[in-house]
């Protein structure tokens, strides 16, 4: 037989058992063969195996150590670690029934006569030893219920079901869950107990209670929480301690993130902060009255900016509030230094508990924190009679209120921030700004960095919500864009042909009103011949059409089984595995079985089948007959 075993694979052929197959040979079956028999490799061992998963490679289970035998048994090739078999935990399963590799877990005894269980391939492969005498498990004497008795009592009644105190060691990094007699409940390491004495965090204010939280002790700080950005996190979750950054929104919809003990020591919303203060602006109005060419944060060429700068007259002043100068020590010396580089006269007035600036070309002034409206007439006296002195001038007497014209400074801090907004610098949006969708919040109140969204609506009508940094560096109407969709860009407007082959039922709510044509989204069509298929809104718009149709897919339509149910007949009815006549066209180039009137089997592709190639063994007969 030209198929036979012996033929096709002599070399498999040699290990066909000589006894256990009665009668039938390597003569008698086809290499293709389902029926199982007997075979013996080399090293004389035995088993049952079908003739065709021998042909396809399927070797000896006992050489590939997927069956136990003497040879590769755990008593055979690792006897020292044999001997450690527990003698009654494994029933009647012995070091002989198992191969090293083998992943059943099994009971062990060490010569302390420690007991416990592992999978036989840590022991024979990777070294594992007893979990006892390494350490790995705990003996009673070193757990904590006899190391550290006093914590049983805060071990939780019901929360640690799994683990058993007289298991765990004193120094375990095992995290388990405790309960002070306050109620608290936490979880950590039973290290952290032990060895760095952690108690309740809750008790010690770590952690968040009703009468500890945030917004409990700080309602005022609450109330700039942001309501989305922080998820599920609330100002009742967290400490006024708490070093954690989160989202806040002030009253007029800054965004800024920083941490709650930030916020308590008295940082606020740096947006709403302007760069310039109060008594800096107090300052520069009555030196400006005085010196009408004196500038207000100038920036130099070599960019370094001062608060307050007169080249005429040579001279600086720096005002320098305590929260934030308290940690510039060192940048504020390297500017007095720069600014003596230049021969200017350096003016620093410094909030109270910041540390003078002691070099030759500085003159510190010190006022309190922050300074009184009597102790900024003071200091603005003094600063003109250093000015004066500096240039040589005749001293003259300055009409200087400080509270009297508070009024006056404000408008001119109002104007300086309004110059900074986008209202003065971004013209153009101004006109896009949603006129009732942003409440009370106006473009005059924002700068160009800042986070917050807001609604915005194009000269078309379309409304959106973007953050400002993002419309001031050039980004527009989504809508116009295409990037979102709306009647004007939706697919059902702009190819309401390709939308009439939307899926009626498989889109769930989706419609070709919500997706632009050029959408990437994979949604489900079906064509005329009612053929389903999945795709997006983008391939269909660049000409792409029902696969089924254009036999790109196979379906009933066009499968071999409906088009040539001749041919179909000769599909083989074993060799194709799940494979059918309904799952290729007439056209595939997949090799697959057939199988003749006359029982020839044979391989060869679809498309030939369908081209008139028949079966090899019959047109040779026919051509030995002609």
């Given amino acids: 037989m030209e198929n036979s075993l012996a033929i096709r694979n ?44 021998r042909h396809k490679g399927r070797g000896c289970p006992y050489c590939a150590n997927k069956k136990v035998c003497i040879d590769n048994c755990l008593a ?51 070294g594992s030893g007893c979990l006892y005498c390494c350490g790995q498990k705990t003996l009673f004497e070193k757990s904590i219920t006899v190391t550290h ?19 765990i060691s004193f120094g375990s990094e095992r995290k388990v869950w405790w309960k002070c007699e306050k109620g608290h409940e936490w979880k950590i390491s039973v290290y952290s107990r032990t060895r760095k004495k952690t108690g309740c965090p809750y008790c010690s204010g770590r952690n968040a209670t009703i009468d500890n939280c945030l917004a409990k002790v700080h309602p005022e700080i609450s109330k700039e929480w942001h309501p989305i950005k922080n998820g599920l996190l609330t100002p009742s979750d967290v400490t006024p301690k708490s070093g954690r950054k989160v989202w806040w929104m002030c009253e007029k919809g800054h965004e800024w993130k920083t941490t709650a003990n930030q916020r308590v020591v008295g940082t606020n919303c740096p947006f709403c902060k302007p760069r310039t203060s109060f008594p800096e602006q107090t300052i520069f109005y009555f030196i400006n009255n005085r010196f009408k060419n004196t500038l207000s944060q100038h920036l130099t060429e070599d960019g370094v900016e001062f608060d307050i700068f007169n080249s005429e007259l040579s001279f600086v002043i720096e005002y320098d509030g305590y929260y934030w100068h308290r940690k510039r020590y060192e940048q504020d010396v390297k500017k007095s230094e720069y600014v003596a580089q230049k021969g200017f006269l350096l003016i620093r007035v410094r909030e109270e508990g910041l540390q003078r600036i002691n070099n030759n070309s500085t003159i510190n002034i010190s006022v309190g924190n922050p300074p009184s409206f009597n102790e900024l007439n003071n200091v603005i006296s003094e600063i003109f009679k250093l000015i004066f002195q500096h240039n040589n001038l005749c001293c003259e007497k300055v009409n200087i209120d400080t509270e009297n014209k508070k009024y006056d400074i404000t408008k001119l801090f109002k104007k300086k921030n309004i110059e900074n907004s986008i209202a003065f610098q971004y013209p153009h949006l101004v006109k896009e700004w949603h006129p009732t969708k942003n409440n009370e919040l106006k473009p005059e109140h924002f700068k160009k960095g800042a986070h917050l969204k807001v609604w915005w609506k194009c000269e078309k009508g379309h409304e959106w919500e973007s ?49 632009v044509v050029g959408s990437y989204t994979k949604v489900w069509w079906m064509c005329e011949k009612g053929h389903e298929w999945e795709t997006n809104a983008h391939n269909r718009t660049k000409g792409s059409g029902c696969p089924y149709c254009t036999n790109r897919k196979i379906c009933i339509d066009n499968c071999l089984a409906t088009l040539n149910s001749e041919l179909a007949k000769e599909w083989h009815p074993t060799k194709n595995g799940t494979l059918t006549p309904y799952d290729v066209t007439r056209s595939s180039s997949k090799r697959v079985w057939w199988k003749c009137n006359e029982g020839h089997e044979w391989e060869t592709s679809v498309n030939n089948r369908a081209y008139g190639s028949g079966c090899l063994y019959c047109s040779r007969k026919n051509k030995l007959r002609k």
Wanted: glycine share 4%; aromatic share 12%.
């Fill in 10 to 53: 002599p070399e498999l052929a040699k290990q066909w058992h000589e006894t256990k197959n009665g009668k039938l040979t390597p003569f008698h079956v086809t290499f293709g063969s389902n029926k199982k028999a007997w075979w013996k490799c080399e090293k004389e061992h035995e088993w049952e195996a079908s003739t065709w998963n």
């Fill in 76 to 126: 055979t090739l690792n006897p020292e670690i044999a001997r450690q078999w527990h003698p009654t935990k494994n029933g009647t399963l012995t070091p002989y029934d198992v191969v090293v590799g083998s992943y059943k877990k099994v009971w062990w005894m060490c010569e302390e006569g420690h007991a416990w269980e592992t999978k036989v391939y840590r022991r024979a492969k990777h």
């Fill in 149 to 167: 008795p006093e914590l049983l009592k805060e071990w939780h009644p019901s929360k640690n079901t799994s683990v058993d105190p007289s298991t």
């Fill in 467 to 515: 953050a400002i940094y993002s419309r001031t560096t050039g980004v527009g109407c989504p809508y116009c864009a295409n990037k979102r969709v709306c009647i004007d860009n939706c697919l059902a407007t702009l190819n309401p042909e390709i939308a009439k082959q939307w899926h009626p039922t498989k889109n769930g709510i989706l419609t070709p009103y919500d997706v």
